[in-house]
């Protein structure tokens, strides 16, 4: 006969992570405070596995004025204006509830945002799901699209790029990232910090529910069991999943921004992961104060919460405000005319002095203000102090084989033609669901390399700068080669950025990887950490917040590591719409960058959507050479900002060459503008699809000038043929009318979700 | 200079846009909340777009029982100019000030796009300064959009001018492709498409000027009547 498990481990806390409970707190726990340490130190709270590697990527520069720890970080874009960004995960929940865990992913990254008082301007959402032929996966999409549509539009937050990839390997653990940028006038930044000792925590919003309880340590740090989609995504885990109301989180963003601009509060902090006790414990570690949380005061959704529920619900749609007593009257008339709950839950009060002498921040948690004390832990041992672990590390034992069998070498088979339309995809159908213009700042929307805004939004000093954003991964790479991978990745991001005329600025990364106890993944872990500060040390840029996504596996399967990086740009002057893809007839096309790979081979095919779809994975990734692609991506940069900054030039288009390689991007643009081009021949077959940063396709109507000032810049620059006629000729090896390369792009995605109605 | 009353509900999300757009053709906006119930100096009313009370019931169901529409009609009714965009117009059909209804768009999706509109009437305070026929650029943002009418209302509305607007290019399966009526007066205008989002080349069109000119006035008389 067996006995049921013991309490910490049904909480996901092992045998040793109990023992360290012990110590902090010279005691047994009782079962609440057990309750508050399994959330907090849960893997996605606590970082616990991920942390020391963390450490090493750079993470300042002069204008960084929030780093990494805080809900988002900041930078100082100029004219007193402070942009604030954040990325998240929301897989698991997206994997059982496809619309409310997208849903609620939004809602939650939004929170982390206007948290620092910025008003949220711009959300971006990097999707990767299973391929299309699957049933599931069609439901998968169309769930988490309409779930980021619905609550996202609602909210009033434009919705303005992302990704969307389609692998085998996240067909049982979809993954569900998304990032929010804001903005803020730079002297109103607040951080979620408790101070003053007799000041009120105010909780604002929702009331409280038994809705994700345990999301942090049950869903998000565990894997799925079973082997296959439906039956692995048990039931039994649906009441971990959050439920979301936009309205509710709209009130509560007009209402927090109210309450920031009227200096009522003192701190503020977000209810996401871990709710109550997250927040209330993070706010005293910060400030190294006490607080004391009544439990009975925490209005409920329903009868019969047990205080454990209560303390670590993930209802949404709630905020914790630390402010003066004074100050109480006006919090509570401005919220009523929000419709916003206002309730005072807990109290600051003095730090403790332990047997030592030295000062502790507790939390308490009681049966009301002076009442029994229910649980009594240092907060910031909930907070700062969960166990580090350095996981064992292996390089997979069979990756030097799959990297030996290089697609580079392969006889080109079958149809060009056939190859690249099938690489075509048009992401509107996703995009056209989303709100993406409203604040009216919107220059480059969704579908291109990278997304424009204006610096602008209610609240906002006058500035004729704009930001640029853009998110990128690379699993294919990544897979072979984690490390470089990861470099090529940020390289990729930063020349997203140059197309629109930005300069990079900042990086947040979600590190979305398998279960950190297989060795293999925190090698991969480690591996790209290392590869992500490389590229952020040689292009001069600071990490300045993340996220670590870990046990995204399913039947024992983890997922190619999947490193999301957030790239925020600022540009100078935009009076001007860049020149986008839209060529025209009679202009010369050039492929600016240099044209062949640091790499052995000169076209590596590698880790390309090219030789994915013929099953062939293996090969080698290209190495990361900062010099030369900083050299290209600065050019363009520079070319690009002259014409939004109003100048005219002999440039009419620009696109970066990424996954699908160069006959993609040409294609891309014949598409768009239904010009057709005539292209000289190329070196190879692997030029047509060969993917490596640092290459653009620029159009214009002055090559010997375009290319005196590329020489200047010391770029290199090869003509690559002209732009008209209905057909788009490469060579003698691609040749396609403009309607067919229009047609299979623009219908790709809509037939594969259509596939088997 | 014309002072515009743009009505916020909790829920709202374009009123900053819609003041943007008054503002830079050089009137002056003001947000009117909710529950006001005077429109005192108010020389014309925008109700925007979003998503007023969280429209969890049906767009605009909730709004038109807040207190600041009975001033909205009692303002329309004396010939104020009233202007609903996207979730405004939503609000002024359940308000029974514009006929019609505003149901889920066809291929049940939302949509954010943008659309070609032909000008189909000239007789109202939006269009008054357009000319029959121009085809103007202005974007979409809409789930609950696709207007619908019984035969009689159809026939109404086209005997007295009052479509306003047509997609060229049907997008979301409304009837006769309209995209905005008038009211019987065409004083009170609401469409689906934002005007206001197409006020500058920087962001993809400027076509939206001539409407919202119109509406403030800014090239013609003040509107008048049409009886």
Known sequence: MSSPAPLHRALGLTDSELESIREVLGREPNSLELALYGVMWSEHCSYKSSRIHLGRLPTEAPHVLVGPGENAGVIDAGD??????????????????????????????????????????????PLFFGELSDARQRWLVEGVVSGISGYGNSVGVPTIGGELTFDDCYASNPLVNVLCCGALPTQRLVLGVASGVGNLAVLLGSSTGRDGIGGVSV?????????????????????????????????????????????????????????????????????????????????????????????TSESQERMLAIITPENWDAVAALCTKWEIRATVVGRVVAPSIDANGRSVAMLRVRRGFGGEVLAEVPAGSLADEAPLYNRPMARPADLDAIVADDPSDDEPVGSPNDDLLELLVDPAWVYRQYDSQLFLNTVVGPGRDAALLRLAGPGLPYSERGIALSTDSNPRWCALDPRAGTALTVAESVANLACVGATAKAVVNCLNFGNPEHPEVMWQLSEAIDGMSEACVGLGLPVIGGNVSLYNESGGHDIDPTPVVGLLGVLESLVAPPPGWEWRMGDVVVLVGTRHANSHYRFPLGGTRWATRRGRRGGHVPHFDAETLAAAIDFVAGEVASICGGKSSDVTAVHDVGGGGLAVALAEMVAVTALGVEIVELESHAELFAEFPGRFVMATNDVEAFIARAAVAGVPVVPLGTVGGRTMRIGSTIELTVDEVAGRRRGALEESLAAVL | MARIGVVVFPGSNCEYDAAAGVTRLGDQAEFVWHTRTDLDGIDGVILPGGFAHGDYLRPGALARFSPVMGAVERFAATGGPVLGICNGFQVLVEAGMLPGALQKNRGLTFLCQPTTLVVSSTSSVLTRGATIGQELVVPINHFSGSYTCDDETHDELVRNGQIVLRYKDNPNGSRDDIAGVANNSGNVVGLMPHPERAMSTLLGSADGMVLLESFLGVKVAPFVLAH
């Open chain 1, 80 to 125: 007193g204006i402070a942009v604030a960004i954040r990325i998240e995960s929301h897989n698991h929940p997206s994997a059982i509830e496809p619309y409310q865990g997208a849903a609620t992913g939004v809602g939650g990254i939004l929170r982390d945002v206007f948290t620092m008082g910025a008003r949220p301007l711009a959300v971006m959402d």
């Open chain 1, 219 to 311: 869903l998000a740090s565990a894997g799925f069991d079973g082997a296959d989609g439906a039956e692995s995504l048990d039931d039994a885990k649906r009441p971990s999943v959050q439920v979301g109301d936009p309205y509710e989180e709209k009130r509560l963003i007009e209402a927090c921004l109210a309450l920031l601009d009227d200096g009522l509060v003192v701190g503020i902090q977000d209810l996401g992961g871990a709710g109550i006790v997250c927040a209330t414990s993070e706010t005293a570690a910060r400030g190294g104060v006490g607080m004391d949380v009544d439990v009975t005061a925490i209005p409920l959704r329903e009868a019969g919460m047990a205080p454990f529920e209560i303390m």
